[in-house]
């Protein structure tokens, strides 16, 4: 069982009103599988990333104070943030970052991920500078920031041990957290952080409801409505758009669905606030593309799919798609009919898998659903043995998980339509350029769509009143009204807010 809360327990004077309780130590319930999930989970507020990403897709500093181009794009300095120091006391010398980048651009990196750590030629010291070094590039690699903020400086003997807010004190039989007096950005208010793993989120909710926990992590859509509805006013809910998007990917290798006349076919036919209202609870909202529309250099000129089944049909009667009688006994007669694959025992894809299908059987489609175990699911992707897949994928809220997601060297779908721009936004640190290149990958998702983009989901974060979470109305939070839990330094107890 986790710690209760901590409590001030000053003695008042005789003639001294009390003073107030202040919890010092917060319990956030998750609800993680079963694995490494939780211990990763944790990792986020103990390693700090080199460089983060902004809400509006811009890199931030982090343990990188710093950064300039070179003209040509082929080399960039990094400047190491001042008197760093990891949860040991042990300082981190630019001598340390220096060996530090060098391992990290040469370590094996997962597949789909960090795209412009391979172009790395040398980490070098700056000669004019004491606190720099320069990364030398064998190409123009543009995302390099974007891939810094999947890295963190690791300890050299103890990877637990890291630079972020908190430290890690246990692991076993639950994760304890304790504040980094010397963090950077300055000590945290919330001493400790239990974390405790419940499986699932109703046990979460329940938990917060008892008091047992003092927040919750992340709670379905349906759950914000249920507690508005109650009108709890001992927990202050905290929604925000995650920057992962639904989509349903198109295999442009299947016979019929490399005619982009039915993919835009396919596109108009579905009612994305429908999807949204149905599979969802109303909690999100209907996705243009997959660029996250709060990037710096996203175009809001550009044409986006409506529901338009008058469109779809028309569109799938100049592709030659009439409506046929089926063969098979028991099928209704259809134009086209397509195989979805997505996830098992996930309540979320199975209703937005059973609305898609009701949308397209409307214009004379037929999507035959299969779920599939995670792992069984990926090797049918990375195979490219699918006609459509309903997956969730994440922005990154930076354009190369774009480019990861639709470049032909990276995906499995054959989609090559965006190869040409994408390569431009990996090329390019102009913002002119980058602006140009953006409006004119949005014209060609639309002309040459590579799925059906559905939704961004929208969830919650939950925390007790007793504690004081920065928020939109807030200055201080420069993340102000997205994730709290990302300024999950800056909370403290509520008294000590007022």
Known sequence: MLALSSFS???????????????VS???????????????????????????????????????????????????????RKDLKFHDGMPIDIAYFRKSLEATFKAPTQPGTNIS????????????????????????????????ANSSLPHPKNPQIGTGPYKLAASAPEVRLESYVDYYRGQPKIQNVEIRNLGEQRASWAALMRGDIDAVHQIAPNAIDFMEAEGQTTVKTYPFMRPYYFQLIFNVRHP?????????????????QAVVDRALN?????????????HWAYS????????????????????????RSSPTPGQMPSRLRIRCLTISNEATYEKIALTLQKQL????????????PGRELLSRISSGQFDTILVERTSGRSLAW??????????????????????????????????????????????????????????????SSKFAVPSAADPSNNEAGRDVLSSLWQWQPAETRR
């Open 300 to 323: 809001t000129a550009q044409k986006t799919y409506t529901y338009n089944s008058e469109a779809a049909s028309l569109r799938l009667d100049s592709a030659g798609l009439k409506k």
């Open 361 to 372: 059987y409307e214009i004379g489609v037929d999507l035959e659903i299969e779920t599939l």
């Open 117 to 148: 750590y391979k172009s790395v030629t040398a980490v070098e010291l700056d000669p004019e500078a004491g606190d720099r070094v320069i990364v030398r590039l064998s190409r123009p690699e543009a995302f390099l920031l974007e891939d810094l």
């Open 402 to 463: 774009t480019y990861l997601s639709f470049h032909s060297s990276e995906s499995p779908s054959g989609y090559t339509a965006a190869d040409k721009v994408l390569d431009r936004l990996r090329s390019t640190t102009n913002e002119g350029a980058i602006r140009a290149a953006v409006s004119d990958l949005q014209q060609i998702l639309y002309d040459d769509p590579p799925a059906i983009f559905i939704a961004w989901p929208k969830v919650a974060r939950v925390v």
């Open 256 to 272: 019929v669905l490399k005619n982009p006349a039915v993919r835009q076919a396919l596109s108009y036919a579905v009612d994305r």
């Open 282 to 294: 109303k909690q999100g909202t209907p996705a243009e593309g997959p660029l996250w529309p709060f």
């Open 26 to 80: 917060l319990r956030l319930g998750v609800a993680l599988p079963a694995g490494p999930a939780l211990n990763n989970f944790a990792n986020t507020f103990v390693a700090e990333s080199l460089v983060g990403i902004g809400w509006n897709g811009r890199p931030v500093d982090r343990t990188v104070l710093d950064w300039d181009w070179a003209p040509d794009a082929l080399s960039i300095s990094l400047q190491l």
């Open 9 to 23: 327990c000053n003695r008042p004077s005789a003639d001294s009103k009390p003073a107030p309780t202040t919890p």
